[in-house]
């Protein structure tokens, strides 16, 4: 099973940019399509956002599209998010998990392998 660990979260004032970053074990990384989640304080953890395979059809929550990006290196085993242009309401703990199933866009079950997140603190 692959075995996910997060960094590059931290505080940032609104407008601000941070790059997530997400180091995947193993040699199967890039046979997955992987996924990055949020969960802010009291609510549920939320889909953000999440790419193939290759590194294509990125799919986003429509609160992130136009400000997050999504990408990957397979030849790293990482898979990045670029965001920019933060909000108070981006303010959560970001984890990135595996998608085991094979639904475009994603279903939130079929991921799995959950990192232990990195907090993301935006201020206003």
């Known amino acids: 099973q692959v075995q996910l660990v997060e960094s590059g979260g931290g505080l940032v004032q609104a407008g601000g940019s941070l790059r997530l970053s997400c180091a995947a074990s193993?040699?199967?990384?890039?046979?997955?399509?992987m996924g990055w989640f949020r969960q802010a304080p009291g609510k549920e953890r939320e889909f953000v956002a999440a790419?193939?395979?290759?590194?294509?059809?990125?799919y986003y929550v429509d609160s992130v599209k136009g400000r997050f990006t999504i990408s990957r290196d397979n030849a790293k085993n990482t898979v990045y998010l670029q965001m920019d242009i933060l909000k108070p309401e981006d303010t959560a703990v970001y984890y990135c998990?595996?998608?085991?199933?094979?639904?475009?866009?994603?279903?939130?079950?079929?991921?799995?392998?959950w990192g232990q997140g990195t907090q993301v603190t935006v201020s206003s």
């Open positions: 193993g040699r199967t990384f890039s046979t997955y399509a």
């Open positions: 790419i193939t395979r290759s590194g294509g059809s990125p």
């Open positions: 998990a595996v998608q085991y199933g094979g639904s475009w866009p994603p279903r939130r079950v079929e991921f799995g392998s």
